[in-house]
């Protein structure tokens, strides 16, 4: 599902932003380092969230055109703020009420491994809404179909600011008028704490790809008998690795279950643990968080028990559902599919 942007919606997000940095009672600093905060990094926060919030209530209207939704666009004063949806009223049948679920709407990329909140804000908005039934997440990613460009070229500001201005310098950004929204999940809070884990602050933030294809420098030295090997396994619990040696393994994601026949090698050095599959049958491996991972009879993979980030300790609790595991989810019927759970939404709201 996904919504084609459009220069009112540009005009719209973009004034808004502008509006929001001169606004005297706004703060003017970071969050974190306290450092001033530009104009071009409120134009970059704003640009992607709002957009991500039309692009939202654009798609409930395709499937509920008896209802309009209301998007916050009012600028409130800083003691004034709380914690609100992000669709914050309903229109139906010429009356303006509040809306009956809490929405909220989060950009989400292609690299994320993790969908959910901070336990604080889940908490937070349950408060609010009193019924997990009532709450619903719904993750969103931006693109661009000017296929010809690079990432760095379909930048939101950077497309917009060459529609707005006659200045060469944007001339080789992509049509801000090709992007698009994309439904990328739509979960409720009720489904994200029944299939969701509690990840605790100062815990560590690990990748949820666990088996990925080797490159072709780790085949070769595979096939040339370079590793050590460890011998081969049917069926069973793979064990977990410490690959950095200064973290541990991800006790978390508990037991990884193999159904088939594989062989596992390792690479050691002074600092770090590598190890690999080697399918010897075509094999399932399932995990509770993780969800399910099909190897290839004859294939190489990497078992990627890596951390993710610079600094991967968390700085808060969280409680997350892993994103690659939302189609094996879906499949067992324990969460609901994004439409299913979008038609709920603007029936329900």
Do not use: C
Request: hydrophobic share 35%.
């Amino acid at each position: 599902m996904k919504y084609n942007l459009t220069k009112k919606d540009f005009q719209t997000a973009f004034e808004f932003a502008v509006k929001y940095h001169l606004d005297p009672t706004k703060s003017g600093t970071t969050r974190t380092a306290g450092s001033a905060r530009s104009l071009g990094e409120v134009l970059d926060s704003f640009l992607l969230g709002k957009l991500a919030e039309i692009g939202v209530v654009n798609i409930l209207q395709s499937f509920n055109s008896k209802k309009k939704f209301v998007l916050d666009f009012d600028l409130k004063p800083i003691n004034e703020v709380k914690n609100e949806p992000d669709i914050v009223g309903v229109i139906e049948n010429s009356l303006n009420r509040k809306p009956n679920l809490f929405i909220e709407i989060k950009n989400t990329g292609r690299g994320d491994h993790w969908l959910g909140l901070t336990l604080e804000q889940y908490e937070t908005i349950k408060k609010s809404a009193k019924d997990p039934n009532k709450i619903f997440i719904i993750g969103v990613s931006i693109d661009n179909d000017d296929s010809n460009k690079s990432p760095k070229e379909k930048d939101l500001l950077g497309t917009y600011l060459k529609k707005i201005t006659d200045l060469e310098t944007f001339n080789k950004f992509a049509d801000a008028y090709k992007a698009f929204i994309k439904i990328e999940y739509a979960i409720s809070g009720a489904e994200l704490e029944r299939n969701g884990t509690v990840f605790k602050k100062d815990s560590l933030f690990y990748n949820t790809d666990l088996f990925v294809d080797v490159g072709k420098s780790f085949k070769r030295a595979l096939e040339a008998g370079k590793f050590k090997d460890l011998g081969i396994q049917k069926g069973g619990e793979i064990k977990k690795y410490s690959q950095n040696k200064g973290f541990p393994p991800p006790s978390v994601f508990g037991a990884i279950k193999l159904d088939g026949k594989v062989r596992i090698f390792e690479k050691k050095n002074d600092k770090s643990v590598r190890r690999f599959i080697y399918a010897k049958t075509d094999a399932t491996i399932k995990n509770k968080i993780l969800g399910e991972f099909k190897l290839e009879r004859g294939k190489y993979y990497l078992y990627d028990m890596t951390t993710v980030g610079r600094n991967p300790t968390l700085a808060r609790n969280n409680i997350w559902v892993a994103k690659r595991s939302l189609s094996y989810l879906q499949g067992k019927g324990l969460i609901k599919s994004a439409e299913e759970n979008l038609k709920k939404i603007a029936k329900n709201i």
